[in-house]
């Protein structure tokens, strides 16, 4: 899933060797036995003793030889066979005007060729988000988004994904909202190795650092984005679902769709026309252009069998949540998780970053089992989408001040921080406020600040 799985080494012993000489029956006598037990005692001794020994020298340096090493495969970035792939197809492009063709059986021969990154292949996940190219005309934006940034380098570091930041537009029409096909596109085709390209909007923040999404739940669908089925077919609003943070799987499938969402994007010629036809249907949208949101629950209200049963619309927790609804709760988010480590002091313990994850499962299994998220649940909002707020432009929707959204994505910021830096040994103390780092005492938050 996070990362490559190193498949368990199997041994087999090596044939024995044939006996000198032959008996006739079988002949149990007491010394056999005193040496039998003689040498188990020392093989037991031996085995405590090299562990023991491993154990208190952090430093010292095993060698393998090389055919113990083939029997642990690792990720071999260093090679790339000259066999020929969709790479040296001239007619292969990234651009996001040309289908590409066969790109399940594209990636599948790459994959071939490069079997040390078959292994964990079914999930491995590539992040990709992006901003703007110029500097912001808020003028705390390029510092917040920089903070955006660092917490999905953050999330990703942790659960070892790999991410992919553009700050320059693939196609000079598909800006803004529709900016983000070109680069999910462009990330599938450089990525084969990935199963999933994850996009994350610039304004969404993780607020659960420990939190993986469910993907078994995921293995039939391609497509996974925050929504509710009946506020699409029955309510037929614009928000019943928010792509400002899907899941895509790396296939044709997904291919096709980019293709056919594309469509209804500013490279179409019928673009403003498919702003009419949206909003014909979905009498809230709020403005004339089409967008890539409505222009994808169009498709999910209008071929629901085509479309429908590849795509998960995930309700169950935040896999993107209205920023309004869960910052002004984060401080007493904050109290319930401390409460839970001074009941377990497992989940007090002092650890490695790289083994976050192990304590997530335990907080998971403990206290949270049975938690769907959302709003009153002990469990942490996993991401946080600070939709309208519009933190390089500054251009914030009108339903609420400036300072509002600001003073709101420090406070989740600082939130999301606090839960990376806790492993580094120090919090922020305030929430509200960007200041220095204090560091923690030993047992905290069972000993006292």
């Not at 490559?4 to 000489?21: I, N, W």
């Not at 690792?74 to 790339?80: A, G, L, P, S, V």
């Not at 462009?186 to 469910?214: G, K, N, Q, R, Y």
Request: hydrophobic fraction near 35%; proline fraction near 7%.
């Amino acid at each position: 899933m996070v990362s490559p799985e190193t498949s368990s080494s199997h041994y087999q012993s090596s044939p024995m060797a044939k006996y000198a000489g032959a008996r006739t029956r079988p002949v149990i006598c007491f010394s056999d036995v005193v040496l039998f037990l003689g040498g188990a005692f020392m093989s037991l001794i031996l085995v405590w003793s090299f562990f023991s020994f491993s154990s208190i020298s952090p430093n010292l340096t095993v060698k393998t030889n090389e055919s113990s090493a083939k029997c642990s495969p690792e990720i071999d970035m260093k090679y790339d066979p000259t066999d020929p792939v969709y790479y040296d197809d001239p007619d292969l492009t990234y651009t996001i005007e040309k289908p590409v063709k066969n790109w399940d059986e594209k990636r599948r021969r790459w994959l071939n060729l490069h079997p040390s990154f078959i292994t964990g292949a079914e999930n491995r996940t590539v992040m990709v988000t992006g901003s703007q190219s110029a500097p912001c005309k808020n003028p705390i934006g390029d510092h917040l988004l920089l903070r955006f940034f660092k917490n999905k380098v953050d999330y990703c570091r942790i659960h070892g994904h790999d991410i992919f930041y553009s700050n320059a537009l693939l196609h000079p029409k598909m800006n803004s909202y529709w900016a983000k096909l070109p680069a999910v596109k462009a990330a599938m085709i450089a990525h084969p190795e990935a199963e999933w390209i994850w996009w994350v909007d610039s304004d969404a923040l993780f607020t659960d650092m420990d939190f993986t999404p469910p993907w078994h739940r995921y293995k039939e669908h391609n497509l996974v984005v925050h929504g509710w089925p009946g506020v699409i077919y029955n309510d037929r609003s614009w928000t019943a679902l928010n792509a400002g943070v899907f899941l895509i799987r790396n296939c044709q499938w997904s291919m096709e769709l980019i293709d056919t969402w594309t469509g209804m994007g500013p490279v179409s010629p019928e673009y403003a026309k498919w702003g009419q036809i949206q909003r014909s249907i979905f009498k809230d949208k709020l403005f004339p252009e089409s967008d890539d949101q409505t222009a994808l629950i169009y498709l999910l209200y209008k071929h629901r069998e085509v479309y429908y049963p590849k795509i998960y619309l995930e309700g169950n927790f935040y896999f993107e949540g209205y920023w309004l609804e869960i910052v002004p709760g984060l401080t007493n988010i904050t109290e319930r998780y401390l409460e839970m480590e001074r009941e377990d002091a497992t989940l007090r313990r002092r650890h490695a970053e790289k083994v976050s994850e192990r304590y997530g499962a335990f907080r998971e299994e403990r206290f949270l089992k049975g938690e769907r998220g959302g709003k009153g649940s002990k469990r942490r909002p996993f991401v946080t989408h600070f939709t309208g707020c519009q933190p390089c432009s500054g251009d914030h929707n009108k339903m609420y001040d400036g300072d509002t959204c600001w003073n709101g994505m420090i406070k989740a910021i600082n939130f999301a921080d606090n839960q990376v830096m806790r492993k580094y040994g120090f919090v922020h103390s305030d929430l509200g406020k960007t200041s220095p780092l204090q560091p923690l005492p030993f047992d905290y938050p069972d000993e006292p600040w």
